[in-house]
């Protein structure tokens, strides 16, 4: 049964980055199946795509965070990370890492973590 | 890529909601739905338009063509209330629709 772990500091203060890391449990995370993804919510709204991780080390970003973001895999931990760099309010959300299935023009998410709520504040 | 949805839509028990999802030339794509109850992680429910992960019952539907996919629920239960998101993939980014609140009245 698949478990990923969201871990990381709850709050950040402005213009800080904010770090996550995933930990994949009784999975592969070298599966050639599979990438692995971060996507955040803020209150009320949809999800929002962040960004995506091979386990070679490959990613691909949403453009419009791409310039802030930085995803990294740790293979031996089985674990991937996140870093949001000059953070601000709006970054405020709740982060979940989750596994994303990917086949040509097919990309879905098929398993998320719990999800963590994180808050920038001074 | 946009994709736009409805912020709400209400349902008596055992009647049928509909759900919609647009966005340009959508049918081209394949879209990915996904239920959240309160407080959850979300959950898919349907993957490439019209398939079922196993253990989602065979009262959630779907289809997608033209500019518009749309998700059904039938007889519907007081347990379907939740927001629902769509997504598409647009060849480089992952894209969510800002979801719609399903609520069983």
């Known amino acids: 049964q698949l478990q990923l772990q969201e871990s990381g500091p709850r709050l950040v203060k402005p213009s800080e980055t904010l770090s996550f890391t995933c930990t994949v449990s009784?999975?592969?995370?070298?599966?050639?199946?599979?990438?692995w993804g971060w996507i955040r919510q803020s209150p009320g709204k949809g999800p929002e795509w962040i960004g995506s991780i091979y386990h070679d080390g490959g990613t691909y970003y949403n453009p419009s965070l791409q310039s802030r973001v930085t995803l990294s895999v740790e293979t031996s931990r089985s674990q991937f990370s996140l870093h949001l760099s000059s953070v601000t309010a709006a970054d405020t959300a709740i982060y979940y890492c989750a596994r994303l299935l990917s086949g040509g023009s097919s990309q879905y998410f098929d398993f998320w973590g719990q999800g963590a709520l994180v808050t920038v504040s001074s | 890529y946009d994709l736009t949805q409805p912020p709400s839509v209400s349902v008596s028990p055992g009647q049928t909601a509909s759900i919609t999802c647009s966005g340009d030339k959508l049918g081209d794509k394949y879209v990915y739905w996904y239920q959240q109850r309160s407080g959850q992680s979300p959950v898919v429910v349907i993957y490439?338009?019209?398939k079922r992960p196993s253990g989602i019952p065979d009262r959630v539907s779907a289809s997608n063509s033209g500019n518009t996919a749309t998700l059904t629920i039938s007889g519907t239960q007081a347990m379907d209330e939740a927001d629902y998101f769509c997504?598409?993939?647009?060849?480089?980014?992952?894209?969510f629709g800002g979801g719609t609140k399903l609520t069983v009245l």
């Open positions: 009784d999975v592969s995370i070298t599966s050639i199946t599979y990438y």
């Open positions: 997504q598409a993939w647009d060849g480089s980014t992952v894209v």
């Open positions: 490439q338009d019209a």
